[in-house]
């Protein structure tokens, strides 16, 4: 088995351009490229939308991920929900299949992401994750009251997000 430092997340190449531009270093949210992934594939499990690819931008080391016990029970927890009758997915030895589970759902996520900036609603990547994060408050809110229960009674806030592990 390889160690972890030796694991790396694929990046899909059809989306380079785009994990780029998403960064603060291009004026996006994101001070990184794995927290552009993370975000993504958060995005595409909220959708439903997990698409495979195979031709892959530079890998980013997977300890970057897993420094955050955060990121590595989401990564974690999309690969068991994929796998909901496989009890071994949690083996270290399968680390690899949560983590392309991880790299499909990012992949839709960042599809999800280019769809919104090709729209022409919103030009700057900044805007559009924004309105995602409204859009999905919104639609959270709206599934309480739904259920009955009251949302917080302060809205919710955006602030700079703490990607540090």
Not at 126 to 143: F, K, P, W
């Amino acid at each position: 088995m390889a160690h972890n430092a030796d694991i790396r997340v694929r990046r899909p190449d059809e989306h380079d351009d785009l994990i780029s531009r998403l960064t603060t270093k291009e004026g996006g949210p994101f001070p990184g490229y794995w927290q552009v992934l993370v975000f993504a594939a958060a995005l595409g499990w909220s959708r439903g939308r997990h698409d495979p690819f195979e031709k892959t931008g530079e890998a980013i080391r997977y300890g970057l991920f897993g420094a955050s016990a955060t990121v590595s029970a989401v990564i974690d927890s999309m690969g068991v929900l994929a796998h909901p009758n496989d009890a071994g997915i949690m083996a270290d030895d399968r680390l690899p299949e949560r983590i392309k589970v991880f790299e499909e759902y990012a992949n839709g996520g960042l599809s999800i992401i280019r769809g919104e900036l090709n729209s022409g609603a919103h030009v700057r990547p900044m805007d559009v994750i924004l309105n995602l994060c409204q859009r999905g408050t919104a639609h959270a809110e709206s599934m309480m009251q739904d259920l009955g229960l009251r949302p917080p009674a302060e809205p919710a806030s955006f602030k700079d997000p703490d990607f540090e592990p």
